[in-house]
């Protein structure tokens, strides 16, 4: 088993910074990407910022509503992943999902779980 577990968010003003975490725990052998998406109000999930590890490469990919003003960065050695927000727009407000895939367990199954989700809200 796998868990996915998420902490941050919450209610910050327009221009402020927010930290997100997502922790990644159980029988791992390995983990192929680690990402953060997010669902605004009455809209579809969206990808916000992900890392995807080949072989020996990562590659990050950013929406392009938050390029340049997120960070995503991941600690191997600890399974997490952090979505560092600055310049926090109120169309940025929405429920923040980790989402973790690879593999786990005696028998390499595949994996791809979802945190519960964080609330962030951007208003004055």
């Known amino acids: 088993q796998v868990q996915v577990v998420e902490s941050g968010g919450g209610l910050v003003q327009p221009g402020g910074s927010l930290r997100l975490s997502c922790r990644a725990s159980?029988?791992?052998?390995?983990?192929?990407?680690m990402g953060w998406y997010r669902q605004p109000p009455g809209k579809q999930r969206e990808l916000v910022a992900v890392m995807t590890s080949m072989t020996s490469t990562t590659s990050t990919n950013y929406a392009d509503s938050v390029k340049g003003r997120f960070t995503i960065s991941r600690d191997n050695a600890k399974n997490t992943v952090q979505l560092q927000m600055n310049s926090l727009k109120p169309e940025d407000t929405a429920v923040y999902y980790c989402n973790v895939a690879g593999v786990y367990g005696d028998y390499g199954r595949g994996f791809d779980y979802w945190g519960q989700g964080t609330q962030v809200t951007v208003s004055s």
């Open positions: 159980g029988s791992i052998t390995s983990i192929s990407s």
